[in-house]
């Protein structure tokens, strides 16, 4: 078998990455249509992730948001976008390159695409070992999950994030066929 120079791989991924970046900048600029809303999962030690001190603390890897009622000034650009949503009643401002999107799902149609994510390493003691290298990248496949797969739906961003209505984070991972 012949090595894969072209690595279409990659180019898959940064092809599915421009679908969730037109649909957000569609959504940006006229809001969500119908009954769209969408989970995004995203790494949040992921280079050029920006978010709270706060939120890092209690999400120190991943955290899923909810785009659905309660966000306001969605900016999209070629390499992330910035959203602001409220956790706990506190309003919080978050950037995320979509470099750092693991998933991206519109549960109103059973839509879903998966990513693969390059992360910093945790800071290395001296003399340490060298961190063990990524996995190479596969390329990720839309996926239509059946209508007895389709989640129960917080009711806004804040439930979803565990906030005043004391719900939690949820995983892409439960929407999966196992």
Do not use: C
């Amino acid at each position: 078998m012949s090595d894969d120079e072209i690595r279409y791989d990659i180019l898959a991924q940064e092809a599915l990455r421009g679908v969730m970046r037109k649909v957000l900048q569609e959504v940006a600029r006229t809001r969500l249509p119908g009954n769209h809303h969408f989970f995004i999962t995203f790494m949040t030690n992921a280079p050029g992730v920006r978010i709270s001190s706060r939120l890092r603390e209690r999400y120190p890897e991943q955290m899923t948001i909810v785009l659905q009622f309660q966000y306001w000034d969605l900016k999209v650009t070629d390499a992330g976008f910035e959203v602001g949503l409220s956790f706990s009643d506190t309003p919080e401002k978050l950037e995320v390159p979509f470099s750092a999107v693991r998933g991206f799902y519109d549960p109103s149609v059973n839509f879903e695409l998966e990513f693969d994510v390059k992360t910093d390493p945790p800071a290395q003691a001296a003399g340490a070992a060298e961190p063990a290298r990524p996995k190479p990248v596969s390329a990720p496949k839309p996926k239509l999950v059946p209508e007895k797969q389709a989640p129960q739906e917080p009711e806004n961003a804040e439930s979803a994030e565990g906030g005043a209505k004391g719900g939690e984070v949820v995983s892409l991972d439960a929407f999966r066929k196992k």
